[in-house]
């Protein structure tokens, strides 16, 4: 009798261990459960936050752009000042030559394609170093989500403005791979808003442009006219370059773009400039994607010209900055866009 007591106090204890580890499973899995959804409300906030600043600040460019639209309206009632503006556009561009570009075009067509696939064979070489210059450049070290952004005023053909971001999205990983592709393409064909009185005027000639699902390369013409500095107007033309390839890793996607541009036209602007984008997307976990980039700009005075004055300096900063800044948008632009069902 004893030992059948024995026996079932023993059963008694181990079901009532079983009972208590399992529960403690349970509170385990729903506090990990409670913390991703609470992990995943925060990063959607972050993004409904930035995505409605930049409806807001759309909203007074429009504002502003109507107010424009006014005056021109009102400005265009005088015949006086049509003449004249028309007078001032003719002179302006027989001055920085933009009725060439269409022929300019035509004639630096031909050495697209070997340039673009010289561009193109370097990739190699960048997406194998693409570790090492992470490591190099301390991406461990940028907060996430975070980015970090360094300026060499006195770089002398050399690297001038690098950045380096991190953003933790709620999306799956290969919905992230699309919407970063989506966004290398479009660096460099947006006109920038921090450049206001170039973009207004800015025009895009495209030259050559091929694609596959890999690989892409894209060259076009950007002409500027109306530049306002110092009290004089002035204009210029670059010729861009830009090749990028998308490398599929197991746990890893890896995209690497560079992007050449050079002046094309007699202008008192002669620097050339470079810039490499590498990106990095992997999976961190369910819907969870992480995007390091890396985005370096670089300058080539040819010898015996002037450098850039500080004014000029400040613009070409401001300009590559925001392609950047563009670029970090359109990634969750893409996504959301992409989503809208799931969105509800």
């Not at 989500?145 to 380096?164: C, Q, T, W, Y």
């Not at 709620?170 to 920038?192: H, Y």
């Amino acid at each position: 009798m004893d030992s059948l007591r024995e026996t079932v106090e023993e059963l008694t204890a181990t079901v009532q261990a079983l009972e208590t580890d399992q529960l403690q499973k349970k509170a385990e899995a729903q506090r990990k459960k409670s913390t991703g959804d609470v992990a995943r409300q925060t990063m959607w906030k972050k993004i409904a936050r930035r995505q409605l600043e930049k409806r807001r600040k759309a909203e007074q460019d429009n504002a502003t752009l109507r107010m424009m639209l006014k005056m021109q309206v009102e400005e265009a009632k005088s015949l006086t000042r049509i003449l004249k503006r028309r007078q001032r556009i003719e002179e302006l561009e027989a001055m920085t030559g933009v009725k060439k570009l269409k022929a300019l075009a035509d004639s630096d067509s031909e050495g697209d394609i070997p340039a673009l696939q010289a561009m193109l064979s370097k990739t190699d070489e960048l997406y194998v170093q693409v570790d090492k210059v992470f490591e190099q450049k301390k991406m461990d070290a940028v907060d996430c989500p975070g980015k970090r952004k360094s300026i060499n005023r006195h770089a002398n053909n050399d690297v001038f403005l690098e950045m380096s971001e991190k953003q933790l999205l709620p999306f799956d990983s290969k919905a992230t791979e699309k919407a970063v592709w989506a966004a290398v393409e479009d660096i460099g064909l947006q006109g920038l808003q921090c450049i206001k009185d170039v973009d207004a005027q800015i025009q895009f000639h495209a030259q050559h442009r091929q694609e596959t699902n890999n690989t892409m390369m894209i060259s076009h013409i950007v002409a500027t006219t109306g530049f306002e500095k110092g009290g004089f107007t002035s204009g210029f033309a670059y010729l861009n370059r830009k090749v990028a390839r998308k490398f599929v890793e197991q746990d890893r996607s890896v995209f690497i773009c560079t992007i050449s541009s050079h002046p094309t036209l007699d202008t008192p602007y002669s620097c050339k400039f470079g810039c490499t984008l590498r990106v990095i997307v992997r999976s961190m976990g369910e819907d969870i994607s992480l995007v390091e980039s890396y985005y370096s700009v670089s300058s080539h005075i040819p010898a015996n010209d002037r450098a850039m004055t500080s004014e000029e300096f400040d613009v070409v900063i401001a300009g590559w900055s925001e392609m950047m800044q563009i670029f970090t948008e359109s990634v969750e632009s893409y996504l959301l866009n992409g989503n809208k069902d799931a969105l509800g």
